[in-house]
């Protein structure tokens, strides 16, 4: 990539050992190679879009790297609580295991419409869960009642992908 183009990878340093390896870098001026998070990282602060974006896995990670940056995650949304009502954990995970909380968007139930209404009802939290789905979001620190203060995403905006019911 051309923004780390200054930086001189020493490659072959990392097939050899170690501990004398990252001494003999330090000593020839090279630095490491930027590692997949730094790289998201700096996408993410230059708006570089020219691949999807960091992974659930990367901002897992490191979510601080990734704080009140607007990020585009995708991956199945999850209830980890034992009851959706009165234990919503909402997470979102990837294929790998990879999760990151979920700060609830919309509510988990409307009160019945009422007799004679017409139009499309509006969305509630099921209409997401168990499904895979993209969601544009920012990762902020917020207090969560089973967990603590974390890490979480404040979604901006939630789309079902197509063909994502399991």
Known sequence: MTRFASR?????????????????AAVAGCT?????TEEAAARAAVGDDEDAGPSIGEVAADPASFEDRELKLAGRLDNEGENYFTDLR????DDEGALLHVWPWLP????????????????VLSDYLGKKVELTAKIERRHLRS???????????????DGADD
């Open 8 to 24: 001189r990878p020493c490659l072959s340093a990392t097939l050899a050992f170690a501990g004398w390896i990252l001494g003999a």
């Open 32 to 36: 490491p190679a930027p590692t997949r």
């Open 90 to 93: 909402v997470v979102l995970r």
């Open 108 to 123: 988990t139930s409307l009160p019945p419409a009422p007799p004679g209404a017409t139009g499309k009802r509006p969305e």
């Open 147 to 161: 967990v603590g203060e974390a890490f979480v995403l404040v979604v901006e905006e939630a789309k079902v992908l």
